[in-house]
């Protein structure tokens, strides 16, 4: 698939090249995600200065399409946002001929999921359990203090809920949403390394067993992704977008929130 799209992008340029297209560049016609900030509740805590695992930051900003790419994305009757399909787009160029004039013809781009439209973003603070400390004060006489500390490399894998096509670029999309939606730092994947502590404290008391429980949050994303045939049409001196076969297909995908940890702590009179 991947080397498909690398022939399709360079047929594409190469006749974009030899045509002018004329057209005022307006607005994008993809449609953005509502913003509402989540209210992080106070037992989920950062861990990203302590975490011992240097995981990459998820840098996945909206590409901004070049000047052509809006011109065309504007021509399209179905939202596009994919950002590989707009990247391509933006590795295109246009020059003016004059042997343009009369000129038709139609450049099948291929089959894309064009766009992710957001029906439902939910968190659960406890998607996944991630550490258990424990403290057995059963003999004591005085309260014992207990803390967070990671006794294992722990990693966090998310997904999507349903096998779709194009999977990696409807993640894409899912993502980009859930986190202009959520305005938390996500990923599909994540590392809580070993080692890694807070020094917040829990007291166990005299009498008690004391288990501290972390829990890895992840986002669950739930939508529809919109997919049709893409086609690249010249007619003269002009250019425009044409999508054919359209069709939706819902999806949904956890994706766990990055160097976060809800924890859960307990006592109790009998082992667990």
Known sequence: MKALKSTL????????????????IGAENTKQAKTHKIKVPDAV???????????????????QPSDLAKTLLETADVP??????????????????????GFRATIYLGQWPLSYE???TNINWEYKPANTNKFDNRGGKTPQKIHYQQEE???????????????????KMMML????????????????????????VYNVTPKKLGYLYAFAPAVNEKGKVTFGEVYLEFKGSKAKLKIKNVTQQGIGAWIPVQDHLSFKFVTTDTPK
């Open 80 to 101: 596009i946002q994919n950002p590989d399909l707009i990247r391509i787009l933006n590795e295109s160029s246009i020059n003016t001929t004059p042997t343009a004039v």
């Open 9 to 24: 992008v360079i047929v594409a340029t190469l006749v974009l090249t030899l045509f002018s297209f004329q057209g005022s």
């Open 177 to 200: 949403t859930a986190m202009k939606k959520t305005e938390l730092p996500l990923a599909f994947d994540t590392v809580i390394g070993q080692g890694t502590k807070k020094e917040h």
């Open 153 to 171: 490399e722990t990693v966090i894998k998310g997904g999507l809920t349903s096998r779709i096509n194009n999977a990696e670029e409807v993640q």
């Open 45 to 63: 805590l950062d861990i990203s200065k302590e975490n011992t695992y240097p995981n990459p930051t998820q840098d996945l900003p909206y590409l």
């Open 118 to 120: 957001s029906t439902e």
